[in-house]
């Protein structure tokens, strides 16, 4: 029964705020069953449109199952965004110094060198949370500053395309080695590689996370830092790689932005939502939706990839601005994150009940 | 307790569906004026549209909002021109969704699709090829990639940047002009180059802070700020983000230089002169060849010559005839290729 | 270099880093007032762009800028409701509420822009204090005095209001029983309650108070630039964040916090306008700030504690 509780509870949180969505759809103008049409339509129409969601899905799952990671241990990571710019940023150098590998070789060194990237970003606040006990939910925020900085100082500079240092100067790399590529799974679509590499690394997460002593050490931290502490465990270190793990995954989204990219090339507008379209802080959201569990935020992910792609449907269909979409994940947290009392008082009821019944 | 935590939570659901209707109905009426607005543009670009290129149907890509004062509306109101309403996906500044936009257009059999974002040439060069039927306009580029369906347009900035600047250093009569640029790339750059030559050409000197950002307003109008505290006597900027800068020069009583659209909607009388985009100019060539069947394969710029840079001076500013006549001179030397704007 | 270091360009660049520290400071003292009761708040920068465009839309229908203000003041007020139940009453964890509160502010402000303006239309900007209606003239002479007076007099109320809060916040959290209250329940919500203060009430309104300057801060930062557009904040509001840690808790460190970003900013743009130093360094001169923050984060954290009850729920049992 807690088990129902346990799906009921997000669920509703997540009708509750689809009922908003329909009633902000109405109140602009527009009919929610036309909305809800066009965004399924933009979400799952065409074989093509299904790749689409799948390839946005990527991001949101990597992110968030390195959220998940972070949050099981108890330490916040809001450096999501930064993460995944650490590790695109070292993916796409390495790829631009070794052009010439061999694809079998070059792709796992760039993915490699993406979670290096993106673990160090996210390492360096858990030793400052476990050594120096600054707050990590700043030093993150911090840290995507310094990350969308040093991007624009890369890509303006020392990366920027040869063709465009004389040009337009447009913040973008070269196009960058064919054997980085992505390779396509399905022709005629966009689905690359870096979906099965995500849904694998999800799968990998649970596997570590509840298979393994390591796991078992991350969340008995997360679940009681002192009881831990007493039964021998290193909790600074514990936090250390929680949050460097949940950076390198991170980063692996990174790579999958450049190297699954339609134009192959790191490309930027100066703010860090032009390159990550803000999966950094959506993929916390795809996360919580998860219930924080690795295997079931991949169908969330999914979810939350048919949102962004129906939200830009809605936005040429029927004109709505797909900041809907954003507002949407705004209220789906706040529901999630509020429904753990609810669920509780829930499993409460259930049990008395229960027992009033004669305990069935 | 219980009932009252479930009161509780019923009273927080009850308060965001207001503070959502709430919200949403004063949108409705607004709403309602706008899609009437809309329908009513509709209808007049349907007529239009049968007496110009009505078998052509045209959809444009665009990272800033349709209605920007600038660089995305230039085009807008120059298809607008043209007699075509198109399909629009504005606002994706995300590279990777304006693909995806591109290729969708394209899959819909749509047979112009306008990539308008220098930043979209990497997409599109994956793109193109795989839809030999449909034409591809992209810009602010001077390269159409060597791909046989996709044109590719720019404005030489430069040139009405020289007219700007060469007005603005008269008037300055010894004091700076502050400059505030976006991204140091593109179209920005040539207009604010060429600003600066035509300042220097009469003396006058130039400040000038590039944002690293086409769309962050809030710093842009900040270092417009700062220039008004150092003392600047005129202002001028490029790009999407000027509409808080335009409103410092209100503020200031300072002459403002508008580039990309005509600013005058935003300063009322303080807008000197803008050089403004018509992109129909072009646009017009491009959709003649590909109704007799060629798709791309050219390049086409917009020039004070060609009628693709329009100096549009605003009544409401008393400017002097003498500087009047003198940037009407350089506007044909321009044109002659007597004065060099790069 | 020579050029910057020139009495009149030191204290024009000041003058402008006091204008851009007052968002800044509006939300950080806030802020600091939901810490000290133990609530982090994560999602100010939501609540400033909702009450910025608030502020911008009634200044644009109405052109008060009065109204626009409480516009603003509504807003933030709003948002604390929801975010005060979200987090006191439910449990929600902060740290993640805030995010929620952020995402949701960050697309539906930029919904109601596209959808209620779209074309970004300007507004009347604030008037500086000598160009006040009435009492304007007052202030003529002392914005005339040389050097100092366009450092001092030469911005709009809202300014002033923003450093006068500084020592009316340090009065209401140190002088008065709703803020040895409010620390109260910052440090020890158990010792609190069992002298009968309420928890949640005092945390209900410590909420409501920083949630209500972040609405300010967001009508500020629409009224001074007179725009509104899609994330006009970029960030402040997470800045302001990490101010409230950076001044450890202490409104008049908070205050030099937000004014150190001014001054970053202003003098940033006052190099480049200069050609002291390139776009390139501008980049890496961008990040100092936030790697400063850090670093100061790592000195303090050593000495200085917080609100030790501080992201913690209170419960009874």
Known sequence: ?360 | MKASKLLKLLGALFAFTLLAAACGSTATDAVDEVTDAVDGDEDEAMEDDEASHSDLSVAVVAPSASDDVAFTQSMIDSLGRLGIEPQVTDGTFVVEEAAAAIRSFAEDGTDVVIAHGTQYGGSLEEIAPDFPETSFIWGTSADNLGLDNVFAYFPAADQGGYVNGLIAGSIADGGEIGVVGPVEAGDAVAYIEGFALGAESVGASTSIVYTGSFSDVALATTTAQAHVDNGVVGLTGTSQSMVGAVNIATANDLPWFGTQSNTEPWSSDLTVVSQVYHWDVVLADMFASIEDGTFGGEVFELTLENGGLVMEYNDGFDLDAGIRSAADDAVAGIIAGDIATQ | ?317
């Open chain 3, 1 to 317: 270099m020579s050029e910057f270091f020139t009495v009149s360009v030191i204290f024009a660049t000041l003058s402008t880093s006091i204008r851009f520290a007052v968002p800044y400071l509006f939300a950080a003292l806030g802020e600091t007032v939901g810490q000290r009761s133990g609530v982090l708040n994560l999602g100010v920068d939501g609540i400033m762009l909702l009450g910025g465009f608030g502020a911008y839309y009634a200044v644009l229908q109405t052109d008060s800028h009065i109204l626009g203000l409480l516009v603003g003041i509504a807003i933030g007020l709003l948002m604390g409701f929801v975010y005060a139940f979200v987090t006191v009453f439910l449990h929600a964890k902060q740290g993640i509420s805030g995010i929620g509160i952020f995402l949701f502010g960050l697309g539906f402000s930029d919904l109601l822009f596209q959808e209620l303006v779209g074309t970004p239309l300007p507004i009347r900007p604030l008037p500086r204090l000598d160009q006040l209606p009435v009492v304007g003239g007052l202030f003529e002479p002392l914005v005339d005095v040389a050097v100092i007076g366009p450092l001092l007099f030469d911005h709009d109320l809202l300014t002033f209001m923003a450093f006068l809060l500084v020592p009316a916040i340090s009065w209401l959290l140190l002088k008065t029983t709703f803020g040895m209250n409010v620390r109260a329940v910052g440090e020890n919500p158990q010792a609190a309650d069992s002298l009968g203060v309420s928890v949640e009430r005092t945390r209900f309104i410590s909420i409501l108070i920083g949630s209500t300057l972040a609405g300010v801060a967001g009508a500020t930062l629409s009224l001074q630039l007179a725009i509104f557009q899609q994330n006009l904040t970029n960030g402040i509001g997470f800045i302001a964040v990490a101010l409230v840690y950076f001044g450890a808790w202490r409104p008049r460190y908070v205050m030099a916090g937000a004014l150190l970003y001014g001054i970053v900013t202003a003098t940033r743009i006052r190099w480049q306008s200069l050609g002291i130093i390139p776009q390139g360094a501008s980049d890496v001169a961008a990040m100092a700030p936030a790697i400063v923050t850090i670093l100061a984060l790592v000195l303090l954290a050593s000495r200085v504690r917080g609100p030790a009850a501080l992201t913690k729920p209170f419960s009874r049992h």
């Open chain 1, 1 to 360: 029964m807690k088990r129902l509780t346990g799906a009921v509870v997000p669920l509703g949180a997540a009708f509750l705020a689809f009922l908003l969505g329909a009633i902000m759809i109405l109140s602009l103008g527009a009919s929610p069953a036309n909305g809800l049409s066009a965004m399924l339509d933009g979400a799952f129409g065409t074989g093509d449109r299904i790749a689409a969601t799948a390839v946005r899905a990527t991001p949101l799952l990597l992110v968030g199952a390195g959220i998940t990671i972070a949050f099981r241990a108890s330490v916040i990571n809001i450096g999501g965004e930064g993460q995944i710019i650490a590790g695109a940023l070292l993916s796409t150098t390495v790829a631009l110094v070794i052009p010439d590998t061999p694809r079998p070789l070059l792709i796992p060194i760039i993915i490699l060198a993406g979670l290096v990237g993106g673990g160090i970003w996210g390492a360096i606040p858990g030793v400052l949370k476990a050594y120096a006990s600054v707050n990590e939910i700043l030093s993150t925020v911090m840290l995507n500053i310094v990350a969308i900085q040093l991007m624009n100082y890369l890509l303006r500079g020392p990366l920027i395309d040869p063709i465009e240092e004389g040009t337009s100067r447009i913040p973008q790399t070269q196009r960058l080695s064919d054997n980085a590529a992505l390779p396509t799974l399905v022709d005629g679509t966009r689905l690359h590689l870096g979906v099965p590499i995500a849904i694998l690394a999800a799968i990998l997460v649970y596997l570590l996370l509840f298979r393994t002593p390591f796991g078992f050490r991350l969340r008995a931290v997360g679940h009681n830092p002192d009881a831990a502490r007493a039964a021998g465990i290193s909790v600074e270190k514990n936090i250390v790689s929680a949050l460097g793990l949940s950076g390198a995954l991170s980063g692996l989204a990174g790579v999958i932005l450049v190297f699954g990219s339609e134009s192959l090339r790191f490309v930027t507008d100066g703010s860090s939502a032009g390159f990550t379209g803000s999966a950094g802080f959506n993929g916390i959201v795809t996360a919580l939706f998860g219930g924080l569990h690795p295997l079931w935020t991949i169908p969330s992910s999914f979810l939350f990839g048919s949102l962004l792609t129906g939200a830009t449907e809605l936005q040429r269909e029927l004109q709505i601005p797909n900041a809907l979409a954003i507002a949407l994940n705004g209220l789906i947290v706040l529901f999630v994150v509020s429904s753990d009392r609810v669920r509780g008082w829930l499993d409460q009821r259930l049990d008395r009940s229960m027992k009033k019944g004669g305990g069935q």
